[in-house]
């Protein structure tokens, strides 16, 4: 993380950016402004719009279980064709730009098929184009796996995370994140009217709000820029003016503003619930259930397990999984055979979370949401704590109320919180 | 040229053979049904359907001149996409099944983008992959430039030539191409309803075919067969039963079939005229107007001058041309300042052609085109000739007519040529 970063940049631009003809253009003016502003520029491209979505469509007409590996040729095809048609729209702006495949790029990855992970990022190419006086696109999403030299893919958002990747290897300035929000917000939008786009948030805050529900930023981006230093801006693709700086507390502590207790509500309504009635309460019995879960690929989010009533020894186990994984989540149990008296599904649960790094310092916060929720007769069914977020598993159909009170417990609207000229020196741990 | 050939079969299906979903599981059932026959399978795939002009048409909305180097990276996606599906197919078939990208098959060009030519084959990664008992899908019309590394494209039609260079490569027994027609037809079943499939073809039969407007093979793929020695097989993706042959002089002279007068009767209504008036009838002019052409990658096909009369020795020029390089010879043309007093153009004109190896021992085969032409006073507005093709240009609006005419002239129907017991041995030179 060393202070004198490079003029390099490093910007991405989401599915909605790159849509149509126009907000290629519209992408290819920023791009070009940036460049004109003195910056040498890596683009990184997401694939247009729907393209993802239909070349999936395409696979399951010909297979039901598509294999993995002509999955990742088949899709790597929808960032190139956005890359190849944003350089056609530079060069056209008189600059010269060259678009690259994730493995001309570099990205070299494990061979995980459909969820590569990034073991190396070799810029050399990228590098010597720059040095050409190019604009260099990439194409996110993707890289080249490094026994095989077939070509992999990094998982939905995996385009966030070929841009992090390209700015730490490239020691850029900053990594700007494009999409069709200005920024991240104290609460949806949607549901809160006088949300509050945040100036600044931390890594860890940031890394809490994507695996509780805010959608800005992929969780694994954010993990491999709290690693590498990257200095993260999620600004929009449609409107001028900052976004929000995601960075590390050490550089928010530096700007000296006023650190809340609570930065943000986030929410999820994507969630399920499995419950194993009866198993015994035995060591061992919880570690080979998450183990299998593990091995299937199932992220587990929040876990809670009852203390035995009785002599029988026989514990009901809960844990949540995003709901695309419940029926992996099902079959792994049962694969497991009878570890359980029975097994419960709860397909659509709610959640609602409050994330701030101010938390660690302020204690207390955990019973004002209780408090909150108890107020307004939202039953708390279980609950997930970090130093620096609080997380209830609650009914789907409350999640609105959860959030509209919470926000407003906490006073995270519009002007509220990080005034301009602090009055006490931050409260932060790095 | 060597007799023995190997055991592995190079079979090529074009856009319409793997169009939606159905078309492709059957393409994906014959090469199955090929390999479960005992051969080793190298299947090339074209983009499906009109997915290439998709492409071309999503690169005009963002540029009028889309870079050539970029378009390439574009357009190279729908080639992927095919063979991602079509290996999906056959894993659901339970076979294995790898697509590979031309770069990854090997295909090596030099860099003009748009129009590569292929510089080299290096298949090693094929063999590989063919030693492991995979069947191998190669995206077709594409390579890597051997200098930059960069993805490049053959030009339309580029398939076939992929397909035929990974058969010469490979030494594989048979090229099969498959299109939506079931062979090579004695004359365009369109027109002529009791037009003939060929059973056989000569290298030189199809390369004066292709180039006089029969659009079952490119040119240029018949070209690298005839100079590598590569038997293609025309047939059909949607029928069973042989299509037709492309082979040796010296294959078919064994065959010990009659060689006909005339094979084919061939025509194009896709070419234009340019006429330059007034030009000075000096050595050197023509050099400079054709060189100037050639320089502009226009290809002339039919050629008159005629003979200056009287004292000024200006002469007027004719040449013909694709009709999609009509502007781009005008403009050369008008490059050039001067060289002649006028210049015209017919946009649209006809021509019409009789192809065949027996032409070469059989003279007085001209004689009896312009005849029947005559007949049915279809006016001869200029004549090309080669040993085994006799081309005329003629009236767009006529050229039914006179393929008729011909094919019914030259006895080209069903059942009157190349009987299955020749009474005298072919005339044929090789």
Known sequence: MSEAKSDIVVMKFGGTSVAGPEEIKRAARRIVAAREGGSRVVAVLSA?????????????????????????????????????????????????????????????????????????????????KLDEDRIVLVAGFQGVSTDSLDVTTLGRGGSDTTAVALAAALDASVCEIYTDVSGVFSADPRIVSDARKLSMASYEEMLEMSASGAKVLQLRSVEYARNHGVRIHCRSSFEDGPGTLVVSEEEIGKENVEQPFVTAVTHSEGESRVTLTGILDEPGVAGKIFTALADAGVNVDVIIQNEPVGDDALADLSFTVDRSDLTTATDTIAGLGGISQGVRTDERIGKVSIVGAGMRSHPGVAAKVFEVLGEREINIEMISTSPIKISCVISADRVPDAVKALHEAFELEADAIRPEAPADPPTVTS
Do not use: F, N, Y
Not at 71 to 90: F, N, V
Not at 113 to 127: C, E, G, M
């Open 48 to 128: 247009r719009g729907k393209t993802t979505d239909e070349l999936v469509e395409q696979a399951l007409e010909i297979s039901k279980r598509p294999d993995s590996r002509e999955m990742d040729m088949l899709l790597s095809t929808g960032e190139r064709i956005s890359c190849a048609l944003c350089a056609m729209a530079i060069h056209d702006m008189g600059h010269q730009a060259i678009s690259l495949t994730g493995s001309q790029a570099g990205i070299v990855t494990d061979s995980s098929h459909t969820r590569a992970k990034i073991i190396d990022v070799r810029a050399d190419r990228i590098s010597e």
